[in-house]
């Protein structure tokens, strides 16, 4: 007896390697299936500007490295003896303006040279709710000021597909052979409300379809309905009772290999894998015969693996082993 339906995702027609770049933008679970590219070695920038949210701020962000913008002093203000930048995250902040200012520029100015050389970007929207200042338009994070500072309001489908259609104009004309994938963020943003954060998530649905519908160069990922519809369980969520956990997370993980990977990265991603699990294993006795000849075949296979692959960064793993063999 079936006590759930399972979902598959349809298989992308082209798919990801490791020779590919992949720039993510997003919400906070594009970090996380960032953090799985970056485990397997793929080559990755995340969230240049920091966790974002909303169409708006993605677009904004996107079209800024395209055209490589540089901020000034007078891009940021002071809250509380903190410097920051309504279009960057938290991390971004700093009690000294220029420190905040190069950490910000120097961001913009990798994403701008990542992203000319991009194969794929993964967006991932989480919600078509907006906060704006009145001289300063849609802001990116609220840095922690009071909610009555800012304006609240519900994004159209149509005002999304227009924004998001004339990023992805500029993007093309910058990069022509750059994909995209969209997915929706599964994390539900109840502080919105239950209603309020359904309609907000219909729009965002309603946004990428026709995006992916009306341009060839774009994929639909569906995390988000792997979360509601195939999981929908309370046991898949933390304790928030908002954001997937560990378990779901995984499970879209392994469902996005499947559909976003092609064969042969997977085959390379197992041979990885089993590099990373080595370099984490704690040894009883470093010195002992065994874990020397333990550490000798992992780092044969570290060599190996960048002569064959040489776009693989294989850095870390070869100076671990070499570490360990020198003890």
Not at 27 to 54: R, V
Not at 128 to 144: I, Q, R, T
Not at 225 to 249: G, K, S
Not at 293 to 303: A, L, M
């Amino acid at each position: 007896m079936d006590f759930r339906l399972e979902m598959q995702p349809r298989d992308f027609e082209a798919k990801l390697l490791h020779d590919h770049r992949l720039l993510l933008i997003g919400s906070c679970f594009t970090e996380q299936i960032g953090a799985k590219l970056d485990y397997h070695l793929f080559s990755t920038l995340q969230n240049p500007n920091g966790i974002l949210f909303n169409p708006v701020s993605i677009a904004q962000a996107v079209t800024g490295y395209v055209h490589h913008r540089q901020y000034t002093e007078q891009d940021l203000f002071c809250q509380q003896d903190i410097w920051g930048s309504w279009d960057h995250h938290t991390r971004f902040s700093h009690t000294d303006p220029q420190l905040c200012l190069e950490a910000i520029n120097t961001s913009q100015s990798n994403a701008h040279l990542f992203l000319k050389k991009a194969d794929w970007m993964l967006i991932t929207l989480g919600s078509s709710f907006v906060y704006e200042l009145p001289d300063k338009g849609v802001v990116a994070n609220c840095h922690k000021v009071p909610t009555d500072k800012f304006s609240k309001r519900l994004l159209s489908s149509s005002e999304i597909i227009r924004l998001l259609q004339q990023m992805m104009d500029e993007l093309t004309a910058f990069n022509p052979s750059i994909k995209i994938i969209f997915t929706i963020s599964p994390v539900r943003h109840l502080r919105d409300g239950f209603v309020e954060n359904n309609q907000s998530k219909a729009r965002l649905i309603t946004a990428v379809h026709e995006l992916v519908h009306q341009n060839s160069n774009a994929f639909y990922f569906p995390a988000y309905e792997l979360i509601i519809d195939d999981l929908r369980d309370y046991r898949f969520y933390a304790e928030d009772m908002v954001h997937p956990n560990y378990l779901a997370t995984q499970y879209v993980w392994e469902k996005f290999i499947t559909a976003c990977i092609d064969e042969k990265a997977v085959a390379l991603m197992k041979e990885i894998a089993s590099i990373q699990i080595a370099k984490s294993h704690k040894p009883f006795n470093p010195l002992s015969m065994q874990h020397q000849q333990f550490i000798e075949t992992y780092g044969q296979k570290c060599k190996q693996l960048a002569a064959a692959y040489p776009y693989i960064d294989l850095t870390d793993a070869l100076e671990f082993f070499e570490k360990g063999r020198q003890r």
